[in-house]
């Protein structure tokens, strides 16, 4: 319990303090002591709401506070209602002021209590009253005699900082009176006035002297006055909506954003906040509804459900309208997984293929999303938002699955007949998502640049993303050789000329019997009417034998004719079979030089393999890095901004992400790092090359009315070992002006590669 002392009980807290003269000499009062405490805060302007019974002190106050130079404004309790408050935070939100709102109480015990408890209902729906909590400084002047610990249990505990210094009523009925100056160890008289702020001890918030007043303005200073403003959150409780990521590792556990649970790491070592996870009930992600509003995680974050979402959530335009994002963690982009094809079951086609009418097809939007719909009515799970139902249907064929790109990856370090287009089909930003117009979204934004710019997410991505998975083992050839699955479709070609060839040999040799047969049957009938001629007389034998002669000469050539077709039937069967022939012998040739590549194949990857032995024995990983990128279009960037060169003509290596603007090292050695910044007219600013926090290098570009369009470069030589980064952005303390060109007659570009090992 909290007591003024009185003259026999003048004993102040041990503790190393600092004196501090006070701010008007030979002045006492209340007015006096508030305005040396103000003074030591450095506040700029400050609010001061007071009641009738302390109307003379805040009057006093503000004509102090006045000729110091400090801005004030003056208002009774009831003027300044909770809903003026709302309005002012609302108006320093709109227009981007993040200043902390400074206010001073001059008021009796009661009439502060129930002005802090009754106007202020906090709540996680009423974002602008939950940002007073953080960003706003409370000093109280209470002037009672009671017992100020009531405030213990008021809600002013739930105000971050609040400083409280308690006065006797007797000191309204004082005039202000000169006074000898005082020396700060005299305090016979007590005339020392403990400065209380609340603070956490175990599970509940108590007064905690941090210094001491006098009515002649001096002070003496133990700690900060306000050391809540330096706890974080100070044990606030956040509610944080997320769903699991469904991506399995290869123990088959279920793994929820890595990058995320890295991040939840960093902030489980404030011990000033805690959080409490919980998922939306209809498991979404959030879209926009027919209604207008949103459902899954961006409908919490909408309803003011949660304070904030930590899930790999996309940042989108529609849904920057209902909530907040902090700058992205994570930059991705969708691809298109297939089934890799089976390379020998079409070989048979080899010789078919080519000869198709097929050229190209440009596929339609709305008949694609129909033929979604149709086969999803046979189908259900072709809808599946679960990435491994979605493999599963990849792996039984005839099927491409278009998602996140980083569930595609850990399938295919383990599933070796999985493939991705290689190709992106659209860039997508990840951050963590608050709802509009959070007071916390500057402090979530600044936290996760930090955590940017020293390297971390990269760190953290190379500790959970998996190593090696079991595809890496299997060798690729780069040339294979001829096998006997390989030709096998010349053979079908020859097999289907024998058989052609035979079917016309055995219809000829069936005509030509047929032929011959009634040929005998003609010469019968001839026989027969020349018996008969001979009976009836014999005027018509010689005209008979005449045509008869004929007809036998017509036969005979005929028969000579089949004759000679059957030869060269017999011609042509007998060069297939000297074809099948050669075929077979060119197939145990090329069978005798594919064992032999094969052989030789083998000591080229025995030599191969001892050569790379003793290179990886002498300079292992990757010795070629380089890259080279430019800006697509102006740009007008701000201050403590990151330049993001996204037009990328170089990038051997990998090393270098067009999303982010960050060359990454793949491998530890030294690195020349050159960039050319060209203003336009009237254009300059600080320009600095960045390497794990450290600058590199800097150039200021300046270009003048006579818009000469002169650009600046510098070049750097940087030892960074493996995983460091290295970025261009403007000077954190120097606000550039104008804008930055790049077309195709002047290039704002970045470069880097390595040329040597680290020393």
């Not at 302390?54 to 300044?80: C, K, P, W």
């Not at 960093?266 to 996870?277: C, K, P, R, S």
């Not at 999985?418 to 117009?437: C, E, Q, T």
């Amino acid at each position: 319990m909290s007591k003024i002392t009185t003259s026999t009980e003048c004993v102040l807290s041990r503790g190393n303090y600092l004196f501090r003269e006070p701010v008007i000499q030979d002045v006492t009062g209340v007015a006096v002591s508030l305005m040396s405490v103000i003074v030591y805060l450095k506040w700029s302007s400050v609010c001061i709401i007071h009641d009738n019974e302390t109307d003379y002190q805040a009057t006093l106050l503000h004509q102090m506070l006045s000729a110091a130079g400090i801005f004030g404004n003056v208002q009774r309790m009831e003027q300044l209602t909770s809903q003026k408050i709302d309005e002012l935070m609302s108006e320093k939100t709109a227009s981007n002021d993040d200043t902390i709102l400074n206010c001073t109480l001059l008021c009796s015990l009661k009439a502060c209590q129930n002005y802090l408890a009754k106007p202020f209902e906090y709540g996680r729906k009423h974002v602008v009253r939950s940002s007073l909590i953080h960003n706003s400084r409370w000093l109280l002047g209470i002037v009672d005699n009671g017992d100020i610990s009531v405030l213990e249990t008021n809600y002013s505990t739930v105000l971050d900082n609040v400083a409280v210094i308690q006065y006797r009523t007797s000191v309204l009925n004082k005039p202000q009176h000169h006074t000898n100056k005082m020396d700060f160890r005299d305090t016979k008289d007590c005339a020392w006035l403990p400065i209380k702020t609340l603070m956490w001890e175990k599970e509940k918030r108590r007064w905690s002297t941090v210094g001491y007043s006098q009515h002649s303005g001096s002070l003496l200073t133990l700690t900060e006055i306000f050391p809540n403003s330096k706890m974080g959150f100070n044990k606030r409780k956040f509610l944080v909506g997320t769903l699991p990521h469904p991506v399995k590792d290869l123990s088959e556990n279920i793994v929820i954003s890595p990058t995320l649970n890295s991040c939840r790491s960093v902030f489980d070592a404030d011990d000033q906040h805690g959080y409490e996870i919980t998922q939306p009930l209809d498991g979404k992600w959030g879209a926009q509804m027919e209604n207008g509003s949103w459902n899954g995680l961006i409908g919490q974050l909408e309803r003011r459900d949660v304070d904030l979402v930590a899930a790999p959530v996309a940042v989108q335009i529609s849904r920057e309208n209902v909530v907040d994002f902090t700058i992205p963690y994570y930059y991705d982009s969708p691809a298109i997984l297939l089934k890799k094809p089976d390379q020998n079951a079409k070989k048979w086609r080899t010789l078919i293929d080519p000869l198709s009418e097929y050229t190209s097809t440009h596929p339609d939007n709305v008949k694609f999303w129909n033929g979604v719909v149709a086969y999803n009515k046979t189908n259900p799970s072709i809808l599946s938002t679960d990435p491994n139902v979605q493999i599963r249907l990849v792996m039984e064929g005839d099927y491409a699955y278009v998602g996140d790109r980083t569930a595609m990856e850990l399938a295919m370090d383990n599933n070796c007949h999985l493939a991705m287009v290689l190709s992106d089909l659209l860039a997508m930003h990840f951050a963590i998502a608050l709802p509009n117009k959070s007071p916390f979204t500057k402090i979530f934004s600044d936290e996760m640049h930090a955590i940017f710019e020293n390297g971390l997410l990269q760190k953290w991505k190379l500790e959970h993303w998996p190593k090696h998975g079991i595809c890496d083992n299997i060798p690729r050839k780069e040339s294979t050789p001829i096998t006997l699955i390989d030709i096998h479709s010349s053979f079908y070609v020859v097999a289907f000329g024998v058989f052609i060839a035979s079917s016309f040999l055995i219809c000829e040799c069936f005509k030509w019997r047929y032929q011959r047969k009634r040929l005998m049957q003609d010469r019968g009938k001839q026989t027969s009417h020349e018996t008969d001629i001979a009976e009836g007389g014999m005027s018509d034998i010689s005209s008979r034998l005449s045509e008869l002669e004929n007809i036998v000469k017509s036969q005979n050539s005929r028969i000579i004719q089949l004759e000679e077709n059957v030869e060269t039937f017999r011609q042509n069967n007998t060069q297939l079979g000297e074809i099948i022939e050669g075929q077979k012998e060119q197939l145990k040739s090329l069978e005798r030089r594919g064992d032999q590549q094969r052989s030789d194949q083998q000591d080229n990857i025995v030599k191969q393999l001892t050569r790379d032995s003793r290179l990886l024995s002498a300079n292992p990983g990757v010795t070629t890095v380089a890259f080279h990128a430019r800006l697509s279009k102006p740009e007008t960037p701000a201050k403590h901004h990151t330049i993001i060169f996204d037009l990328i003509n170089t990038n051997s290596g990998n090393g270098y992400n067009k999303f982010s603007g960050v060359f990454t090292a793949p491998v530890d050695g030294i690195y020349v790092f050159s960039y050319t910044i060209v203003p336009e007219c009237n254009s300059y600013g600080a320009f600095e090359l960045v390497s794990n926090n450290q600058i590199q290098g800097v150039v200021f570009p300046e270009a003048g009315s006579g818009c000469d369009y002169t650009g600046s470069s510098t070049v750097s030589v940087v030892e960074l070992a493996q995983g460091d980064v290295t970025f261009v952005r403007t000077s954190p303390t120097y606000t550039p002006v104008g804008t930055i060109v790049s077309n195709n007659n002047m290039w704002t570009s970045f470069a880097g590669w390595r040329i040597g090992d680290r020393m």
